[in-house]
């Protein structure tokens, strides 16, 4: 029996309590808190205001890193999408089921999703905006693909409603970031024209597409379905879990006339990179004054990040900053993978902090997981990422556990301190020091040959960890495990 039909046979049962009495008595924490995670695409280190952006206005996420945890050292999981994407609802790198790049691979019917686990719980479910963990249609040449998901389409099927998401409004990849229907002025030196749609559609369902309300500011157009997900829930008193990922500032950028006024002393192109980040701010606003209308932003957890750092600079009006880091998207350097990230739970978190311990997508998962007081039996193991709550509320300034990275060639351990890195698939590798040197300018590798060799071993269990969990070694099921790329019968 894989993992799909397991849970739709069963109730996902609760295991001993996973909260420490001590973080009880603290918190008193609820068992049915609400969730949000909000995620933008390819927003940089530097692309917020209180990280200290010269010209970018993020009033909104200021105000929730000034109230809440600001992560300082958080991390995507990867230095691309997709394979982030897969760490945010799995609690498990990418590397463990396939999804090894953008458009690449697929979440596995015997991987639990936060869907899942939560749905179980009577949750409602819901997704919007972008989705990119497999495609959305069967049909070959649908949705301005690219790469395996255009050659192998039925093989990669996976869409939110196969992965106990309740409610959705989703595309498979990127769409312009105003107007997200149609092909925008400065792409046409690709082929496509303006008049014509770009070419992916936001789906609802099994083969139903969004046709009304889609002009205009992208991130707009994805809260218009998000708040009233959260009022029906709301309405019906019931804890929902609302996974929101903007497609901003991902190409192709653009803002609308109103906020590239608001940058109208910036060059053009610099106008619609932050104008399209600040309308995207003002939704996250608009979010979180629902939910204080609604009265229910004081149980309600609500994360912010971005799926990788910045895409390169100087291309298709890309301005993104990784801030004081070296390196972009693609890259396993600090620019391409320590992104913003910020936490608020107003009715556990009452004075702001700022938080230092390494922290990860991957640990969205066992967080929720612990918040909730809830142990899923159906959860395959190992889980890569660890509770958030022992750094938050405990105070615990070690993470108990490093962050491993591996993509296209790259592979990086970091721990507390420390951090290896390889651009040559292990061949070589450089040692930096993240506390005194987190600009990577000074290779340690040659001084601390101890603290290399040791971390070194530590990656190679972890990438051999990652060749088991491949061959289905994760999965308790009856039948064989899907060790392939090919998704089974069950999720189609």
Not at 186 to 207: M, Q
Not at 218 to 224: A, G, L, N, Q
Not at 401 to 430: C, E, M
Request: aromatic content about 10%; overall charge positive.
């Amino acid at each position: 029996m894989n993992r799909r039909k397991f849970l739709t046979s069963s109730v996902i049962a609760t295991g001993g309590a996973i909260l420490s009495r001590s973080l009880l008595a603290k918190t008193g924490a609820p068992s049915r808190p609400n969730v949000i995670l909000c995620m933008t695409d390819d927003q940089g280190w530097g692309d917020t205001g209180y990280n200290g952006h010269p010209h970018l206005k993020t009033p909104n996420l200021d105000k929730m890193a000034s109230e809440g945890v600001r992560f300082d050292r958080f991390y995507s999981a990867a230095p691309v999408c997709s394979p982030t994407r897969g760490s945010c609802i799995t609690g498990r790198h990418p590397n463990r089921y396939g999804i090894w790049f953008a458009m690449d691979g697929h979440i596995k019917p015997q991987e639990l999703t936060i869907y899942e686990a939560l749905k179980a719980r009577g949750y409602a479910t819901g997704h919007f905006g972008k989705w990119h963990l497999g495609t959305l249609t069967r049909e070959k040449g649908a949705q301005n693909r690219w790469g395996v998901w255009s050659r192998k389409p039925r093989e990669h099927y996976s869409p939110p409603w196969v992965n106990g998401v309740e409610a959705c409004f989703v595309t498979e990849s990127k769409v312009p970031t105003w107007d997200p229907m149609k092909t925008p002025e400065h792409w046409k030196r690709k082929g496509n024209k303006e008049d014509k749609p770009f070419g992916n559609d936001y789906f609802v369902g099994p083969d139903k597409i969004a046709r009304d309300n889609l002009e205009g500011d992208d991130s707009r157009v994805i809260m218009d379905r998000v708040v009233p997900f959260i009022k029906q829930a709301v309405a019906v008193k019931k804890s929902f879990l609302a996974v929101v990922w903007f497609h901003t500032p991902h190409s192709p950028v653009l803002a609308g006339p109103k906020h590239l006024a608001m940058y109208k002393d910036r060059p053009e192109h610099e106008a619609h990179y932050y104008g399209c980040l600040t309308a995207m701010d003002q939704q996250v606003g608009r979010l979180r004054k629902t939910l204080n209308e609604l009265s229910v932003s004081e149980d309600t957890i609500m994360f912010f990040c971005s799926d990788n750092g910045p895409a390169r600079q100087g291309k298709k009006r890309h301005v993104g900053s990784p801030g004081p880091f070296r390196g972009f998207k693609l890259s396993l350097l600090e620019g391409g993978i320590r992104v913003p990230g910020i936490m608020v739970w107003p009715r556990r978190i009452k004075q702001p902090r700022v938080v230092k311990t390494p922290a990860c997508t991957s640990d969205y998962v066992p967080t929720i997981y612990e918040a909730l007081n809830i142990k899923p039996k159906a959860q395959p193991t190992p889980l890569d990422g660890i509770s958030l709550l022992g750094a938050v509320f405990r105070n615990e300034t070690k993470r108990a556990k490093p962050i491993a990275f591996a993509v296209h060639g790259q592979i990086a351990l970091i721990d507390n301190r420390y951090k290896i890195y390889s651009r040559n698939r292990g061949k070589t590798y450089s040692l930096y020091d993240l506390v005194d040197d987190p600009g990577e300018k000074k290779d340690l590798a040659d001084k601390r040959p101890d603290i290399l060799k040791s971390m070194k071993k530590t990656l190679e269990s972890w990438r051999q960890s990652c060749d088991d969990s491949l061959q289905g070694k994760d999965y308790k099921t009856d039948g064989p495990s899907d060790t392939t790329n090919a998704a089974p019968a069950a999720k189609t």
